[in-house]
């Protein structure tokens, strides 16, 4: 069946350094790649997103690259701050169905000052 | 501004009842999805619809239904509440079926069975 794995499951990094989380998805046919970040007590939101014609996308702290071989993407946040604490989930397409997502298990980022 | 309005943030309800949880967006997208979100579980899908009237299962969809009778409005009905269907219940719409966009979520409904 579709799955999209997500690892690690928490993640604690000191103030300033970078964190990566890492995501495995099982149907080549892919195209699309987003990552939501959640904050506590908040809705999931978009904050970057990959198709697969690129092998990555950077938007100023953050980046994903997209392995379509191994079929693994990674979100990267560079210089992190206390404010990027959060939940974060990948999502990629479903098999049967490319306009629904399905949702890695999330990582629970913890940035401590 | 994409808006995504759930009917409610926190409901109780008691094992065998018939539950609606309703979710209203306001831009026009063609798709609407209800998730159910837990602790180390994620995300995970339990029914969708590309369109009015029309609906696919997700990945959990037993126990539940969902109506499509207006694009704007998708609902979720348990049928017959049970505890195990105690969790936060979250609404997304994105905009097209042609290709995959943006999902844009509601504020959760965190629903209690007892």
């Known amino acids: 069946g579709e799955n999209v794995e997500q690892h690690p499951s928490t993640l604690s990094v000191q103030e300033g350094d970078s964190a990566v989380i890492k995501c495995t998805y099982s149907?080549?046919?892919?195209?699309?790649f987003p990552w939501y970040k959640q904050e506590l007590g908040k809705r999931p939101q978009l904050i970057i997103d990959?198709?697969?014609?690129?092998g990555e996308k950077k938007d100023q702290r953050i980046a994903v690259t997209l392995n379509k071989t191994a079929k693994h993407f990674s979100l990267h946040i560079t210089e992190t701050q206390p404010e990027d604490s959060a939940v974060y989930f990948c999502a990629a397409p479903g098999m049967d169905s490319s306009y629904k997502l399905i949702f890695g298990s999330g990582t629970r980022l913890l940035v401590r000052p | 501004d994409v808006k995504v309005t759930q009917s409610s943030r926190y409901l109780v309800k008691r094992t065998g009842e018939k539950v609606f949880l309703e979710c209203v967006q306001d831009?026009?997208?063609?798709?609407m999805f209800w998730y159910r979100q837990d602790p180390g579980l994620g995300l995970r899908l339990i029914y969708f619809?590309?369109?009015?009237?029309?609906?696919e299962k997700g990945d959990i969809p037993e126990g539940y239904s969902v109506s499509r009778e207006k694009k704007e409005r998708f609902s979720l009905i348990l049928e017959s509440a049970s505890t195990n269907q105690t969790s936060m219940y979250l609404c997304a719409s994105s905009l097209d079926r042609a290709m995959n966009t943006e999902a844009f979520f509601g504020q959760g409904t965190r629903l209690t069975v007892v």
């Open positions: 619809s590309y369109d009015v009237k029309m609906k």
């Open positions: 990959i198709r697969s014609n690129v």
């Open positions: 149907d080549s046919a892919s195209n699309y």
């Open positions: 831009m026009d997208h063609e798709n």
